[in-house]
């Protein structure tokens, strides 16, 4: 399989415990894809890098990596 990173995402909250709730719903959410006519796919979305803060907002970059066949 090839992994490919297809898509970013910065998800912002105003506490820990809200932008944890958010990313642990993109994190167990697979993706699959078993019609495609010229490839099989799945992927889910990764956190990249750690937590960080602006202001008063919590940010999490995320990205979506899709292993294809």
Do not use: H, P
């Not at 803060?53 to 899709?66: H, I, R």
């Amino acid at each position: 399989m090839i992994r490919v990173q297809r898509k970013y995402k910065v998800i912002k909250a105003i506490s820990v415990k809200e932008l944890e709730k958010e990313v642990n719903e993109l994190i167990q959410r697979e993706y699959k894809d078993t019609e495609g006519f010229i490839f099989r796919a799945s992927g889910r979305w990764q956190c990249l890098g750690g937590l960080s803060k602006e202001n008063d907002t919590w940010v999490q970059a995320m990205v979506f990596v899709q292993e294809e066949e």
